[in-house]
């Protein structure tokens, strides 16, 4: 009898050894005379598990992790004794906590297999949808109350809604992967582990607004989705998923790191072949998107939940959650963090239960001093404000955001005042230096923490500090900009000790 086993392709588990571990299980089973099959999986997020070994039995799949090619051996006639199990992958407190709508196949399906994918539901959303026809396809998105999971949250159904009601000869659905907020990775995951997802919810938004072809734009730092990603267009080609049969076609672009590009207007100038620099709005792009036609721009997380949406019925999505936001969000924990992956749960979970019940607290075994959520320019929360409930208006009154979902762990040790010098360098350099609040604003922010941290006229450095920072919020073309004194501002407000010169210590005697 041919064994089974599931090793993750994931670039995560990659980058820890899952290919070393793949091929030892291949030569050790072959040394032995043992047949197997190795099937390459994405992940199922729980990094500090990775490179997690499943094993087919007769009660489900069975993981060992974290593995190593040493461990070959043992797993090829391993059982609960082996120091390294786990149990059912779906019992695992990490998972089992979690509810998973979007990543549902991320880790249990060949991902590059549709046959695989059709066997796990695949295909469903974009069957209901052609059944139902545009208008009530459109309604079905807007009545589930899903919001944009790239940072804005805005409601995905008004933004089809505006693309379809537009006239024009040709429209387009844009699919923004220029994933670069710190502590991200759920689109790469995505891209890696369910790119049909992806495919299928990027056909739904074109027969709902209208649209024959689509783009996806993929970060150059993620070679692994960008490969996955155009092989699995290729064979919903072949298939007939897409292509003229399908009405519907996607292109790949792959960008050029500019973190700016992850802002929609700079994304579309960049796939028109131009510098990626941030267009004033109006015109919005669901009017005046790419190459001047209306244009649904979404992120990946927001296009591959879709399907689940039209399978499953908008009442089924917006049961979860709380408030405005409704549904799932994919959370990902990162930085100093002892549990760090993806965790996909309804909005409503307080931060603190995300990083201490969840994350396990520290890596270092520290207390937990600040986090970090929304990426780059998201704001710093002490542990006073564990207390907010993950939701885009909670995060809000309390001046955050929650962005792409990232979430930064930070020890005791951290200095908060060269996080905030970070926020402003990381503006300077990643500017597309279209507007001036942003350009120079950054450029002096830098400038002026430097003096404040050399203890140079702190009181009035501070106070240039908060009133440049309102000028970049109030006066930037985007949000790069607009939302670099997040991290400023948050730093100074709830660690203002790290802003005070400390004495240099006195030898004694």
Request: aromatic share 8%; charged share 25%; net charge neutral.
């Amino acid at each position: 009898m041919t064994m089974r086993f599931f090793v993750p392709r994931d670039a995560a588990a990659r980058a820890v050894g899952a290919d070393r571990v793949a091929a030892a299980l291949h030569d050790e089973a072959r040394r032995r005379g043992i047949e197997i099959q190795i099937m390459r999986t994405g992940s199922r997020g729980l990094f500090w598990l990775e490179p997690m070994v499943e094993v087919e039995t007769q009660d489900g799949r069975i993981a060992f992790g974290p593995a190593k090619p040493g461990d070959a051996p043992g797993l090829l006639t391993a059982g609960a004794s082996h120091p390294l199990y786990l149990g059912r992958p779906e019992d695992i407190p990490f998972l089992k906590r979690q509810t998973r709508l979007t990543f549902a196949r991320c880790g249990i399906v060949d991902p590059l297999s549709l046959a695989d994918w059709r066997a796990h539901g695949g295909g469903r959303g974009l069957e209901r949808a052609r059944s139902l026809g545009a208008a009530a396809t459109l309604q079905e998105v807007a009545k589930s109350g899903l919001r944009g999971r790239g940072g804005a949250g805005f409601p995905t159904g008004i933004k089809w809604e505006t693309v379809a009601d537009t006239v024009a000869d040709r429209k387009y659905v844009v699919c923004n992967a220029d994933e670069g907020d710190s502590g991200t990775f759920a689109d790469r995951m995505l891209l890696e582990g369910d790119p049909f997802a992806l495919i299928e919810g990027m056909a739904i938004a074109g027969l709902a607004v209208g649209a024959a072809k689509g783009f996806v734009y993929i970060r150059s730092e993620y070679p692994d989705a960008v490969r996955t990603f155009e092989r699995a267009v290729s064979l919903a080609e072949a298939d007939g998923l897409l292509g003229a049969a399908a009405g519907f076609d996607i292109e790949v672009r792959v960008g050029a790191g500019a973190y700016v590009c992850g802002e929609e207007t700079a994304l579309l100038e960049s796939i028109e072949g131009k510098r990626g620099q941030v267009r004033a709005k109006p015109p919005l792009p669901a009017h005046k998107g790419l190459f001047g036609r209306p244009t649904v721009v979404n992120n990946v997380v927001t296009l591959a939940t879709v399907p689940w949406i039209l399978a499953e019925g908008a009442e089924a999505y917006s049961v979860l959650g709380m408030g405005r936001s409704r549904g799932t969000m994919p959370i990902q924990l990162a930085g100093n963090v002892r549990h760090g992956g993806l965790f996909e749960t309804a909005f409503g979970v307080t931060l603190g239960e995300l990083v201490d019940g969840i994350g396990g607290g520290t890596r270092s075994g520290r207390p937990v001093r600040a986090v970090q959520v929304g990426g780059p320019l998201g704001a710093y929360f002490p542990r006073a404000l564990f207390d907010t409930a993950f939701d885009y208006e909670a995060f809000a009154a309390r001046d955050g955001l929650i962005g792409h979902g990232g979430i930064v762990v930070f020890d005791e040790t951290v200095d908060m005042m060269r996080q905030a010098g970070f926020a402003m360098e990381f503006c300077a350099i990643e500017s597309c230096g279209k507007c001036t609040p942003c350009r120079i604003g950054s450029t002096r922010g830098v400038e002026t923490l430097d003096r404040i941290r050399r203890g140079e006229r702190v009181a009035a450095n501070l106070e240039l500090i908060e009133d440049l920072c309102q000028t970049m919020k109030f006066g930037s073309l985007c949000a790069l900009g607009g939302f670099t004194p997040y991290p400023v501002m948050s730093a100074l407000r709830h660690f203002p000790e790290d802003f005070v010169r400390r004495a240099p210590a006195v030898a004694a005697g």
